[in-house]
């Protein structure tokens, strides 16, 4: 069992920048890929950033590409999600999430383990 718990959200102009971050309580954090999804208001939840269990390989989505970044330091079990250079429409509920694979996936349902989600408000 993990548990995920985002943190970081709020609210930002448009240009600004954010940290999200996840904490997980998995003993074994090191041995799950991790992504960051989100979903905005009357939209389907989509894949933003995936990283897997060695930081070695990572995948954006094409929205946010050179935009965001994902990292992860498993000494302290904790994801974290960079956004610079953002837009009202990077809107939404962030959510972590951790799929018990070592490479990550873009996917949502190869995640077993989710966040409650953080909100990212940017205005314009």
């Known amino acids: 069992q993990v548990q995920l718990v985002e943190s970081g959200g709020g609210l930002v102009q448009a240009g600004g920048s954010l940290r999200l971050s996840c904490a997980a309580s998995?003993?074994?954090?090191?041995?799950?890929?991790l992504g960051w999804f989100r979903q905005a208001p009357g939209k389907e939840r989509e894949f933003v950033a995936a990283i897997s269990w060695s930081a070695g390989l990572t995948y954006y989505a094409d929205s946010v590409q050179g935009r965001f970044t994902i990292s992860r330091d498993n000494a302290k079990n904790t994801v974290w999600l960079q956004m610079n250079s953002l837009k009202p429409e990077d809107t939404a509920v962030y959510y972590c999430a951790a799929a018990n694979t070592l490479l990550p996936g873009k996917r949502s349902f190869e995640y077993t383990y989710w966040g409650q989600g953080t909100q990212v408000t940017v205005s314009s």
């Open positions: 998995a003993r074994t954090f090191s041995s799950y890929a």
